[in-house]
Every structure is written in C-alpha cells, then in structure tokens.
C-alpha cells in the first residue's frame, strides 16, 4: 500500500540559533548596508519599512529575523510516464548580506510534501508544523548570540513568498490566514 502524501518537517528554531553561533552577518542589514536610496538590499525596500513601522517592537532589535519563503513543485522524473510532485519549501533569512543571504548554505529548507499530486489545497494540512513554529518564533525563544556574548529572546517573521502564479495561489490565502491568526494572538 502506497502512502497518499508525505511531509518531511525540519525545524526551524535550532538552525536560527546556529545562525547567530556561526555567522556574525545577522545584523549586517542595520548596521553595514549601503543607505543611498538605492534598492541594493530587501531592508531598503517599502514592504520592509512599512513592516518595521507597523511592528516598531520587532524592528527595535537588529537580530530579530526577516524572512522569504518559496516554494513550486516538480516532478523529480522529469519527462517518464511516473506521476509525482515534491514540494520543498524554503526559508530566505534577509538579514544578512546578499552576497552571504543569496548563498546555499544560508537557504533553510524546511518542509518537503512528496506524493502522487501537488498537495493543491490541501497545502495548508502540510504548512502547519511551520505555521506553528513561526507563531512561536513570533513570540520569541532564547538565544545566545555569540558575537554579542549574550541571551537574547530571538524573534522571526515572514515577509513575502517568493512563487509562480499556481504556487501563489495555493500559497498565498493559507499564509496570509495564518498571519493573521497570529496577529490576532498577539494583539489580543
């Protein structure tokens, strides 16, 4: 018997606290980039700002991190007569700098839904192991940030997706509802 669909979930919160072991780049946006009206960085862009002024708390703290997700899937058998999709869904941490952020080993891969078909609307069954540790990372776990030497409470938050149209569309109304569940949990 074959199973219908798999979900593969790696978590989140222990590689954020590696991060800020290894690599001394997770300020880098507030405290290197270029500020000359240029776009040459996410921390420069208007979905960035407007976020900071809306959450000026989450903004306060420079190790606080900013993240992308995509997501599209493939069939791993290319053009044979074998129907299957897998899904890997990736985190982006933009506070580094590109050239450090844009590098593969700075890509969190934290799910893969395998099965016989792409999970269509279904997604949102497969989304919610992240959608949970990010509400938590919304509210903060500790953290110690070797380059400061201290225990911080670390905090993380989705920005924006990265996807085709099909992959936003099944994407997109899940996430944005989860969001704002979360919201609603903090703010009241």
Known sequence: MKSAKIVRY???IPRFQRFFKTKKEMIW???????????RHPANEEAWKAFDSQYPDFALDPR???LG???DGFNPFKI?????SIWPILLVPYNMPPW?????????LSTIISGERSP???IDIYLQPLIQELCELWHGVQCYD???????????????????????GMLSEKLSNAASTSRKLTNG
Request: without cysteine; positive net charge; aromatic residues 12%.
């Open 69 to 71: 997700l995509s997501s």
């Open 100 to 108: 450090v952020g844009m590098k593969h080993d700075s890509f969190i």
């Open 29 to 39: 946006h507030a405290k290197h980039r270029n500020v000359d009206g240029l776009l």
């Open 120 to 122: 269509g609307n279904a």
């Open 10 to 12: 790696f978590l989140l």
């Open 64 to 66: 606080n991190i900013r």
């Open 146 to 168: 070797a380059a400061s030497g201290e225990t911080f409470s670390m905090r993380a938050a989705l920005l924006w997706t990265i996807n085709d149209f099909p992959a936003y």
């Open 80 to 84: 044979m007569s074998n129907t299957y």
